[in-house]
């Protein structure tokens, strides 16, 4: 029987955050409300766990949605954030810090080989898109349905993430207008691409290469390479929305991983450590075409400020060849525990896996689109994150995304996720 954990002081934050702010949180899904109760408000993080304002603890499975690679409070990060603040937090100016960290991405991307910094995924998906239009003069961009780029306009249009868990079709201030060019076909299905790059001249074709916001769903084998051919038949630009798998999945992303050459490319989360930060880039060619060098506008008041750009520094430090084998050993471990204590307790689950991205879908079949995604039964998954939770453990509040596992997860935390999943299992 889960011990239900009364979490006075959280309940009393929630209540008077619910005065001053929607939900009473700063995005959507952290209200809980698709796995219901209501969420814990976190005073600290060590390492690969948090504690909350009741003083109790957890093994933290969302890691702030992706940018916490090197786990909570890593002393390398904080010392570089600290010195770096007592120098200031933003100039408004050029500074070394900007030029470092886009070097540093660029040598690990090379198809990357200029970016601008904005602030957000949402930004950096938002610019390549207008980028991507620009340099090609045409309106129409292609995105896959269950993939989220950030709440743009444009892009909104049936997107993953939040969207699916609140079960929001698009959004309400969307106009006909704004999403008129975007056109979405379901993920994996590569003759519905071919489709509409023969109907109507595309600017792009927009993709998470390996999706994370319909839950952890990996591209079919050939899906990549045939979105980089009808790109390159068709004049259209294949734009890698990399905010997920930058520098995740391996030390140069998707690209590196499946070998397919992207034309532009949008970062965020790790590359920040932590600290609001995004990119877009690619070639120098298409790159010139962004103010003041050319005619595609876009700007931002922190972008490139050096306390993000300090903390993406030192988290990119820590990212060796010794990192990466780390993540996908313990990503691997939790996956196995994961599936054998699904056997153990009966239940008919799936796990996806890619790299340290990882999601339990309540449902028995393979999860290739968002469709099928959404066959998993969200009723069973509520009530799991719910046991998860009163045992100690916090995955993210939707069953449409992903785990993040760190480097700071040792084999004894994910022996104690497996145990509770056992049990939660047994008991939802
Ligand atoms: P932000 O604007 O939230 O920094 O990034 C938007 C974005 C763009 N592209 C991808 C592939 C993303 O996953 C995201 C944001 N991810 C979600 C979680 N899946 C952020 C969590 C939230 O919305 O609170």
Redesign the pocket.
Known sequence: MTTTYERARSAELLERAERVMPGGV?????AYRAVGGHPPFIEAGEGCRVRDVDGRSYVDLVCS??PLIAGHAHPEVVRAIAEQAGRGTSYGAPTPLEAELAATISEAVPSVEMLRFV???????MSAVRLARGATGRAKVLKFAG?????SDALLAKA???LATLGLPGSAGVTPGAAADTITVAYNDLEAVRVAAGAAPLAAILV?PY???MGCVPPDPGFLEGLREICDRTGALLVF?????GFRVARGGAQERSGIRADLT?F??VIGGGL?V?AYGGSRTLMSLVAPLGPVYQAGTLSGNPLAMTAGLATLRLLDVAAYARLEAIGALLEAGLVRAARAAGAAVRVQRIASLLTLFFTDRPVRNEDDAMTSDRERFAAFHRAMLARGVML?PSQF??WFVSLAHDEAAIEEIVAAARASLEES
């Open positions: 700063s995005s959507p899904v952290r949605w992706g602030s957000s995924g949402t930004e950096a998906a993939c989220y780029h950030g709440h993953g993430s939040g998470e999706a994370g916001n929305d990399e905010v997920i798998t949008c965020g989360k609001p995004g993210p995304e992903c």
